[in-house]
């Protein structure tokens, strides 16, 4: 594969890449890459839940779901080339069954900017980070990324991330004492098996604890 596929989102059907779109407002192209895309994308940029952070801290939507990844066509026209040659072969040219997540239609097709309160803790902490010029400036000068989880080493690196940010030690003496053990494991890499769901769990424990300490600081 030595090419970009492109669906267009008005026709449903795929087509070559557009190298003049940089915006998408009158055509909307998607491009969809595997989600292991993302440890090629974070060679160049930082991404931040909903975004791609460039070094001059201008910021990209991105889509990441479970199983891929959805760019603007505009997006990807605005990457380095570099990296833009590096995503092909991660390009699926198949139609997924998900074209947009629903977090993602509401922010940019219906504009409900809303949204980042209601879609849950992850969300909504990707938008604290991503409205602090302090923390953006941590996280490209450290290079570290605020991605959802899928597994254990993922959860883990999410926590040491948070931590990096905002040197909070995740430990509650409100908590049960498994709660502050399985918070403790996280944060030292302890290989715990978890499924899914527990992963899900668990990161919007974290979110959530971060998000209340965050608004601790401003009572």
């Known amino acids: ?30 491009i969809f890459f595997r989600r292991d895309a993302i440890n090629v994308i974070n060679n160049y940029y930082r991404i931040i839940g909903y975004l791609i952070c460039d070094e001059n801290g201008v910021n990209y939507p991105i889509d990441i779901r479970k199983n891929d990844i959805a760019l603007f066509e505009g997006t990807y026209n605005c990457l380095c080339e570099e990296l833009k040659k590096e995503l092909i072969q991660f390009n699926i040219q198949d139609k997924p ?53 899928l597994n254990y080493k993922e959860l883990s690196k999410m926590a040491y991330v948070l931590n990096r940010l905002y040197g909070i030690e995740f430990y509650n003496k409100d908590y049960y004492e498994e709660i502050n053990y399985l918070f403790d494991s996280i944060m030292n890499g302890y290989h715990i098996n978890m499924t899914l ?17 965050i608004e601790g600081e401003y009572v």
């Open 197 to 213: 769901e527990e992963v899900e769990t668990y990161c919007y424990r974290l979110c959530d604890y971060v998000l209340k300490n």
């Open 1 to 30: 594969m030595n090419s970009i596929a492109v669906f267009d989102d008005f026709k449903c059907c795929f087509r070559e890449l557009d190298t003049t779109n940089y915006n998408d407002d009158i055509i909307v192209g998607v």
């Open 97 to 149: 069954q998900m074209i947009w997540s629903n977090f993602f239609i509401l922010w940019q097709f219906v504009c409900d900017f809303g949204v980042f309160e209601k879609s849950g803790s992850f969300i909504k902490l990707a938008s604290e980070i991503a409205g602090n010029e302090k923390m953006i400036k941590k996280m490209l000068a450290e290079k570290i990324d605020y991605v959802f989880p």
